[in-house]
């Protein structure tokens, strides 16, 4: 069976995640979702399907098939929307591995809320 990653953001982070995963995995499923209909373009064109909407909102999430997800990868530039966004994957896939990449060490803890989300320190110059 074949894995189904859907990566949130497809900045410079969520574009490393793809290939990272895709040079591992190369017969992966792979989706992102980014607000960004330029982002998504470059995403599809790199061997992604992808879906225009905000990883906040369930309906998005809907389009992108997280429900379907092995593994969900969020990769935003905002801590707290990271935050946001695992809130709302949670409840759609309760046993999907959802790993989220923050900028800010301090805000780690907001994470751990029930030790459902694998965290990893990004980048913090503001870049995606």
Do not use: K
């Not at 990769?75 to 309760?94: G, K, Y």
């Amino acid at each position: 069976m074949t894995d189904h990653i859907l990566v949130i953001g497809y900045g410079d982070t969520g574009r490393h995640a793809v290939n990272a995963a895709l040079a591992v995995q190369p017969d992966a499923r792979m989706t992102v979702l980014d607000l960004d209909c330029v982002a998504a373009a470059e995403a599809w064109a790199n061997g992604a399907d992808a879906v225009v909407g905000d990883g906040r909102d369930t309906c998005s999430l809907d389009d992108a098939t997280a429900d379907l997800a092995d593994r969900v990868i969020i990769a935003v530039p905002d801590d707290l929307d990271a935050f946001l966004i695992t809130r709302a994957v949670r409840p759609l896939n309760q046993d999907a591995v959802i790993v989220a990449v923050i900028r800010e060490p301090a805000n780690r803890a907001i994470f751990a809320f029930d030790g459902i989300v694998t965290v990893h320190l990004g980048q913090t110059d503001g870049r995606t």
